[in-house]
C-alpha cells in the first residue's frame, strides 16, 4: 500500500476543476486516477478478503505472505517506472501496467491454494508498482500546465478514496462468500481501463533509456525481504532466529551494494555525511512499521471481535483513516517549533496507538472495546500524518539541487515500500508464534509499538536541518 505528497506550487492554478473532472480532460483524468484508486482500493480489498481466503482454501501459515509478495513486486516495478515509459512510450506503458494487474487477479480469482494466490499477488503487484508511478509520471505530458496541481491533487486523493472504497468493497464480497467475484471485478475494471487508455491517453515519444537496471539490489533487496518471510513458517525456535538474522544481514548488504552500485535504488544523496536524509528515511521507515500490521488487523476483527467481514474491513483501514486526515491539517503547519513537535511527535503517538488497541484485544470483547480499536487505530494512523507532509519538505530540501531535492523526495516512497515489505514479513512471524489470535495480536502490537517509538530520535534529527532555516 503506497502515498505521494505533490507540489501544488508546480503551475499557476489558473485551470479549474469542472475542467478536469467534466472537460475535455475528464477522460484522461480517468485513467490517472483510476489507475492509482485500482492500486490504493486492492490493499484494501485484499486484507478484507484474506480471512476467508484462508477459510476457503487454507494456508492461513502465509498470510502476512499475500503483502509481501505484492510489494516485492511493487518495488520491482517502482523502480522501472521511467524506463518502460521512456522505451515503451505512454500508451504501451500504461496497456502493459493495467494488463499484469488484470491477469494477477485473474490468476487470483480461479487460485485453488494458497500458493497460487500468491503467484497472483506478486503479478498484481508488478502491475500496481507501475500503476501508482505512471500516474504522477504523466501529469505533465497528459494534461495542460494549468491543470497539473489539481490534477495531481485529484491522483493523490485516490489514496484515500480507496481507503473507503477498498473496505467496502471487499467486505462485501466477504459477507457473502464472494471472494473470487472481487478479483473478477478487478479484472473487468483494468479491462475498461485498458479501453480508455488506447483511446485518451496522449501518445509520448520513445527513446533508448541510458539510466541502468538496479538488478544487484532487487535481488539483495528481494532475497532480505523473503527471508524474513520464511521465518514465519520454519520451525519455532532457532530456524526462526536464524531466518531473521539472515534477513537483516541481507538488508545490510542491500545497503552497502547500493551506496556504491552504478545503478541504485536509492538516491546517492541517502550516504552522504551530514545530510539529514537518512534520518528521514529511517523515520519513514519506522512510520512504514505501523502500515504492516493493516493485514492482520481484519483477521483480527473477525476471529477475536466476530465482526462481520465489512465491519472488519473498515476496521483495517482505520490506520490509513487516521494517517490520510490528519496530513492534511498538518501540512499547514509553518512555524518551526510546532514542525518539529508535529515530526517527533508523530512516531510516539503512532506507538500510543498501536499499544492501545494491543491493550484492548482480549477474548470476547463488548461494543465499547470494539469502538476503542477503532479510536485507538485512529490515533495510530494519525501519528504517521502529522510526520509525513514534513519529512517530505525536509528530503526536497536536502538536495544541492533541484532534481537531486526531487530524487529525494522521491526515495521517500520507495524507503516506504521496502519497509512495508519487511513489515509484513515481520508481522507474519510474529502472528504465526501466538498460540491464540489474542496472542498473536499482542505479540504484533506490543512489539510494533517498541519499535515504532524508538523512531522520535531520528525524527527529531530528520526535521532538525529544516526547523534552523526557517
Not at 264 to 279: E, I, T, Y
Request: hydrophobic content about 55%; aromatic content about 8%.
Amino acid at each position: 500500500m503506497t502515498r505521494t505528497t505533490s507540489d501544488a506550487s508546480v503551475a499557476p492554478p489558473s485551470g479549474t476543476w469542472r475542467e478536469l473532472v467534466t472537460g475535455r480532460y475528464a477522460p484522461v483524468a480517468a485513467v490517472l486516477a483510476g489507475g492509482v484508486l485500482l492500486e490504493a482500493s486492492n490493499v484494501y480489498i485484499t486484507t478484507s478478503l484474506l480471512p476467508t481466503i484462508v477459510a476457503d482454501i487454507g494456508g492461513e501459515a502465509y498470510y502476512a505472505w499475500t503483502m509481501t509478495a505484492f510489494l516485492v513486486a511493487s518495488i520491482m516495478s517502482a523502480m522501472l517506472v521511467s524506463r518502460v515509459l521512456t522505451q515503451r512510450g505512454s500508451v504501451t506503458a500504461y496497456v502493459l501496467a493495467f494488463g499484469l494487474f488484470a491477469a494477477g487477479s485473474l490468476i487470483c480469482a480461479v487460485s485453488p491454494n494458497i500458493f497460487v494466490l500468491l503467484v497472483g499477488r506478486a503479478v498484481q503487484g508488478l502491475g500496481g508498482g507501475l500503476l501508482a508511478g505512471l500516474g504522477y509520471a504523466l501529469l505533465q505530458r497528459a494534461l495542460p500546465e494549468r491543470l497539473w496541481a489539481r490534477g495531481a491533487a485529484l491522483v493523490s486523493a485516490m489514496w484515500g478514496v480507496g481507503n473507503v472504497v477498498g473496505p467496502l468493497a471487499g467486505g462485501l464480497f466477504a459477507q457473502f462468500d464472494a471472494w473470487r467475484g472481487a478479483f473478477v471485478a478487478l479484472v473487468i475494471a483494468s479491462a475498461v481501463l485498458i479501453f480508455m487508455t488506447v483511446r485518451v491517453i496522449p501518445r509520448t515519444t520513445t527513446a533508448r533509456s541510458t539510466a541502468p537496471v538496479p538488478f544487484g539490489s532487487l535481488v539483495l533487496l528481494t532475497a532480505a525481504v523473503g527471508a524474513v518471510s520464511v521465518a514465519g513458517i520454519v520451525p519455532r525456535g532457532v530456524a526462526t532466529v536464524a531466518a531473521v538474522v539472515v534477513g537483516i544481514g541481507l538488508g545490510v548488504w542491500f545497503l552497502r551494494h547500493d551506496r556504491h552500485a552504478r545503478g541504485s535504488v536509492l538516491p546517492a544523496v541517502a550516504f552522504d555525511r551530514g545530510s539529514p536524509l537518512p534520518w528521514v528515511y529511517l523515520t519513514v521507515g519506522v512510520l512504514a512499521f505501523g502500515i504492516g500490521t493493516e493485514a492482520f488487523i481484519p483477521y483480527f476483527g473477525q476471529e477475536i471481535g466476530h465482526l462481520a467481514p465489512l465491519t472488519a474491513g473498515f476496521l483495517g483501514a482505520a490506520i490509513s483513516f487516521g494517517w490520510s486526515l490528519t496530513q492534511v491539517a498538518s501540512a499547514t503547519a509553518t512555524k518551526a517549533r510546532t514542525i518539529r513537535l508535529l515530526t517527533v511527535a508523530g512516531p510516539l503517538v503512532l506507538a500510543v496507538g498501536l499499544a492501545t488497541y494491543g491493550a484492548l484485544t482480549v477474548a470476547d470483547p463488548g461494543t465499547w472495546l470494539i469502538v476503542g480499536w477503532f479510536v485507538a487505530l485512529f490515533v495510530a494512523g494519525s501519528g504517521i500524518g502529522t510526520a509525513f507532509p514534513h519529512l517530505t519538505v525536509s528530503a526536497l530540501g536536502s538536495g544541492g539541487t533541484e532534481e537531486e531535492g526531487a530524487k529525494a523526495a522521491s526515495g521517500i516512497n520507495t524507503v516506504f515500500i521496502i519497509a512495508s515489505a519487511f513489515s509484513a514479513a515481520l508481522a507474519g512471524v510474529l502472528v504465526n508464534l501466538g498460540d491464540t489470535a489474542v496472542r498473536s495480536a499482542h505479540l504484533l502490537l506490543f512489539a510494533f509499538a517498541i519499535l515504532t517509538i524508538a523512531g522520535i530520535v531520528p525524527a527529531s534529527k530528520a526535521v532538525a536541518s529544516r526547523t534552523k532555516s526557517i
